[in-house]
C-alpha cells in the first residue's frame, strides 16, 4: 500500500487531507504526525487522515509522498530530523511561505535519493484555526511549485498531480520571485495589522477607543495574531523586499495624508482606484482567462504516483464542486 505523511498539520494539512481522502485513492493510506495530539484528535474527527501517529519516523515508514505542514519557525529543524529516515526516491513537499530560505536547508540536509520540490498554496480564505479546514480550500486558487535544482522531473509531475487533486491550478515560479511577492500580499498586510494595532493600542485612551473597536478593527487587526517567531523569519529571509514594500505603502499613506491635509477631491479618486483593483481581483479578471495552461491532469501524471483512473475520478468531483459553487 502507498503511504502519504502529512507532517505538522494545522488548517493547511487538514485541508490536504480531506481532499485526499475525498479523491478515494486507491491503496493509498493517508497518515498525520504532530506533536499536538488536539490537532491530530480534530483531524481525524473530520475524517482527513487514515491513520495518526505521534511517532514522526513510524509515521515516515514507507511514506512515498511526505508533505510538510509546519511552522516556518520549526521547518529547518524538522527537515534535519526527517532527513535520515526518509524513504529512498521520496518525495518532500512543503506548504511554507520562504521558498529561497527552504530550499536551502533541502539541498543542505536531504540525501541525493529524496527529491524535494517545495510548493505553497494559495488560500483566498483566510483560515484562522484547524476547525476552517475544508475539502474546498484550494478550489480553483493557485499551488505555487519552485523545484530544487536536482530533483526528477517524475517528482514534479507528481506534485502536479497532487495540487490537481487538490483543485487548484499549478503555478511555476521563481523561488526568489514568489518571496518578493509573498512579502507584498502577506507580510506587508501583516505588517500594517501589527503597526495598526500598537499605534492604536499605544494611546493613553486604548482603554475607552477598545470599546468602539468592531468588525472593521478585527478584520484589519487579524494578521496580527500570527507567530511572532514566524512573521519575524519571514521579514528576515526577505528582508531587503519587505523593506521596498515597507517604503511603498508609507509612500501610498503619505500620498493620502497630503490629500486630506489639502482637502482635495483626488482623494475620491485614490479611494474608487482602490476599490476598482480589489473588485477586479475578487473577480479574478487581473490575470486573461487565456493564460497558457501546463498539461491536463492525464498527461502529467499518466503512470505517476496518482493513477490515471483517479485523476478522471477527482476531474468528476471538481466539475460537479464547480456546478454547486455555480461556477460554470
Not at 514568489?178 to 493613553?204: G, I
Not at 505603502?249 to 475620491?268: G, H, Q, V
Request: glycine share 6%.
Amino acid at each position: 500500500m502507498d503511504r502519504i505523511t502529512i507532517i505538522g498539520v494545522g488548517p493547511i494539512g487538514i485541508s490536504i487531507g480531506l481532499c485526499l481522502k475525498a479523491a478515494e485513492l486507491r491503496e493509498t493510506e493517508i497518515v498525520a504526525t504532530s506533536g499536538d495530539r488536539a490537532v491530530l484528535k480534530l483531524g481525524s474527527e473530520m475524517n482527513a487522515f487514515d491513520k495518526t501517529s505521534g511517532n514522526l519516523k513510524s509515521a515516515l515508514k514507507g511514506a512515498q509522498l511526505v508533505i510538510l505542514d509546519t511552522a516556518l519557525s520549526e521547518t529547518r529543524e524538522i527537515i534535519e530530523a526527517i532527513a535520515p529516515i526518509l524513504e529512498d526516491k521520496c518525495i518532500l513537499t512543503d506548504t511554507g511561505p520562504s521558498k529561497v530560505q527552504v530550499l536551502k536547508w533541502a539541498e543542505e540536509y536531504l540525501p541525493d535519493s529524496v527529491d524535494f520540490v517545495s510548493g505553497r498554496p494559495i488560500v483566498k480564505d483566510f483560515m484562522d484555526s484547524d476547525e476552517d479546514a475544508s475539502v474546498d480550500a484550494f478550489l480553483d486558487s493557485e499551488y505555487c511549485i519552485i523545484p530544487a535544482k536536482r530533483v526528477n522531473q517524475t517528482s514534479i509531475k507528481t506534485i502536479v498531480g497532487l495540487v490537481q487533486i487538490l483543485g487548484a491550478k499549478p503555478l511555476f515560479i521563481d523561488a526568489a520571485e514568489h518571496d518578493s511577492y509573498f512579502s507584498a500580499t502577506t507580510q506587508l498586510p501583516m505588517l500594517m495589522a501589527a503597526a495598526l494595532v500598537n499605534s492604536v493600542s499605544s494611546s493613553s485612551a486604548w482603554r475607552e477607543i477598545s470599546r468602539l473597536a468592531g468588525g472593521e478593527f478585527k478584520n484589519s487587526a487579524q494578521l496580527s495574531s500570527g507567530i511572532p517567531a514566524d512573521n519575524v523569519l519571514a521579514c528576515k529571509f526577505d528582508s531587503a523586499s519587505t523593506i521596498r514594500w515597507i517604503n511603498q505603502a508609507i509612500d501610498e499613506l503619505t500620498k493620502y495624508k497630503k490629500l486630506i491635509e489639502a482637502d482635495s477631491e483626488n482623494l475620491n479618486e485614490e479611494f474608487e482606484a482602490a476599490l476598482d483593483e480589489w473588485a477586479k481581483w475578487q473577480a479574478g479578471t487581473i490575470v486573461p482567462q487565456d493564460t497558457p495552461q501546463i498539461p491536463s491532469s492525464g498527461d502529467a501524471i499518466s503512470g505517476m504516483f496518482f493513477g490515471r483512473r483517479i485523476t478522471q475520478r477527482f476531474r468528476e468531483v471538481s466539475k460537479l464542486r464547480q456546478s454547486q459553487n455555480g461556477n460554470p
